[in-house]
């Protein structure tokens, strides 16, 4: 896709930006990469810098043994080879700009966004500049679902609901038979139903047994499990996608308990996340229904404040929700007023998950988790079709 400078332009000339800086060295700003069209397996060995001003054409900074690195780009070639010929082309490209974004984030509230060193804002700084995040920008170049990929992830979100149902009833049936069962054998269940759809993972997904379930990244391996009993409660959250390149992620977390009849331990704090979670869903709907902004941090408010009335705020231990794009936690706005407070605005053509959670550590955790796209008419859709209302009765 080539890169639309225009479209670029009249966002800085919105948001009062004198330029867009954009850097990398050695594939360490893969946020750069994706915007300008280089491939990830591409050799960088030195540093480029692709400066687009407000107005005028772009700036291409590179070193002069790889100047093929930006040839695809439109703009002006700026060649360096010693320290003082960068700085020299710098002065050019800089020259009368007051403020201009990079992918930086103050205090690294959003570690996600911060890919540039402290060293090269120093040395951008020395030109009289003032560097900005451009948390605004890349949610708008990198976090936005394309037409394609909408349809493409929608029998993928679709797929991992009938994979977590077919994963309770493998558990149900080895229960029943009076097989031994791990919360591994469960894992690489899941494992061998992704290979079955054509889908791949970035890690294998959590199946957590009692007090494990309390730990939010927990996954069994092949030396660490527990074995699953009659009466024990499990959460299953499984996460895949399609082997293109370009395709984006579905992230959906179930809970269950091997049983007929559920304890009301775990009916209790279920209805809290539960309803939790769909606090935070419509509050997004709302929002967007009456053309209204909504922010990441309001997100995780609308979730948190029932946790917290409930008297679980402590148990509640992580962010609501993470943007989605082709990354599983993606450049776009995360539900985030705990970790960070992320005052991103959300926006048509996104996607993120919601999933609050309460882990009573040495006990059990629940978390409910649900992945929402914002269509670009503002139509608010969860993405698997279903979600989950009751624990799972695994032997009923």
Do not use: C
Not at 31 to 51: D, N, P, V
Not at 208 to 220: F, I, K, L, Q, T
Not at 240 to 248: E, N, Q, R, W
């Amino acid at each position: 896709m080539a890169l639309n400078i225009a479209k670029i332009q009249n966002i800085l000339q919105d948001r009062n930006l004198d330029g867009w800086l954009l850097f990398d060295f050695r594939g360490s700003n893969d946020l750069a990469l994706e915007i300008l069209g280089i491939k990830k397996e591409s050799h960088l060995t030195r540093r480029f810098y692709y400066f687009i001003p407000q107005t005028g054409t772009p700036s291409k900074i590179v070193n002069a043994i790889e100047e093929h690195n930006l040839a695809h780009l439109p703009g002006e070639k700026l060649s360096y080879s010693s320290h003082n010929s960068l700085r020299e082309q710098f002065a050019i490209a800089l020259a009368g700009s007051k403020t201009i974004a990079m992918e930086y984030s103050p205090m690294n509230a959003i570690p996600y966004l911060s890919k540039v060193d402290a060293g090269t804002l120093e040395l951008i700084r020395t030109f009289g500049v003032e560097v900005v995040s451009s948390a605004d920008l890349i949610t708008q170049f990198t976090a936005l679902w394309s037409k394609e990929q909408y349809i493409e992830n929608i029998p993928v979100a679709k797929a991992l609901v009938q994979i977590v149902s077919d994963a309770f009833n493998f558990i149900k049936n080895n229960i029943i038979s009076g097989n031994t069962l791990t919360e591994y054998s469960v894992q690489q269940f899941i494992m061998d139903e992704f290979q079955k759809k054509n889908l791949i993972t970035d890690f294998p997904p959590i199946v957590g047994v009692n007090e494990n379930s309390a730990n939010p990244h927990y996954a069994p391996d092949e030396t660490t499990f527990k074995e699953i009993k009659k009466n024990d409660f499990v959460l299953i959250d499984l996460w895949a996608k399609t082997p293109d390149d370009s395709s984006v992620w579905s992230d959906i977390t179930w809970v269950g308990f091997v049983g007929k009849d559920i304890p009301q331990k775990y009916i209790k704090i279920w209805e809290i996340v539960k309803n939790a979670r769909d606090a935070a869903f419509n509050l997004v709907k709302e929002r967007f229904s009456t053309n209204q902004p909504v922010y990441g941090f309001e997100v995780d408010n609308a979730s948190r404040q029932l946790i917290e009335e409930a008297g679980y705020g402590k148990y509640f231990i992580h962010r609501t929700g993470h943007s989605i794009t082709t990354t599983l936690h993606g450049s776009g706005p995360h539900m985030d007023n705990y970790e960070t407070k992320d005052e991103r605005r959300l926006l048509p053509s996104t996607s993120f998950s919601i999933e609050p959670g309460i882990y009573l550590k040495g006990d059990f955790g629940i978390r409910s988790e649900i992945d929402v796209f914002i269509h670009p008419d503002g139509k608010i859709e969860q993405t698997s079709g279903i979600k989950q209302e009751d624990i799972v009765a695994i032997l009923k």
